[in-house]
Nanobody, 123 residues
Framework: EVELVESGGGSVQAGGSLRLSCTAS????????VGWFRQAPGKAREEVAT???????GYADSVKGRFTISKDDAKSTLYLQMNALKPDDTGMYYC?????????????????WGRGTPVAVSS
């Protein structure tokens, strides 16, 4: 059974940093696309960053230059380093895996979700 467990969320002031982690189990973590999504109160869930099996990354325009996605295949763990945080970054952050798909296409055909970790950025 695929399981994704996020951690590292919290409350910070604007300009601060947080590092999110997502530990995966139940499938071959290194072989498939993984990424981070977020959902602000009253808004739709949006894709934040992705990384594929080869380590190629993609970012939403709103986080480019501030967030960095990375992974440790040996630990089956995905990370999101978030710097220069803004109040607009507030929301629930979810880890996702597209099991069966090595490249990140944006279609998320066979997507699995974690339960999320909250991030609150105050001004």
């Amino acid at each position: 059974e695929v399981e994704l467990v996020e951690s590292g969320g919290g409350s910070v002031q604007a300009g601060g940093s947080l590092r999110l982690s997502c530990t995966a189990s139940g499938y071959t973590f290194s072989s498939f696309c993984v990424g981070w999504f977020r959902q602000a109160p009253g808004k739709a869930r949006e894709e934040v960053a992705t990384i594929d099996s080869a380590g190629d990354t993609g970012y939403a325009d709103s986080v480019k230059g501030r967030f960095t996605i990375s992974k440790d295949d040996a630990k089956s763990t995905l990370y999101l380093q978030m710097n220069a945080l803004k109040p607009d970054d507030t929301g629930m952050y979810y880890c996702a895996a597209d099991v069966g798909f090595a490249r990140c296409t944006g279609r998320w055909v066979n997507r699995y979700w974690g339960r999320g970790t909250p991030v609150a950025v105050s001004s």
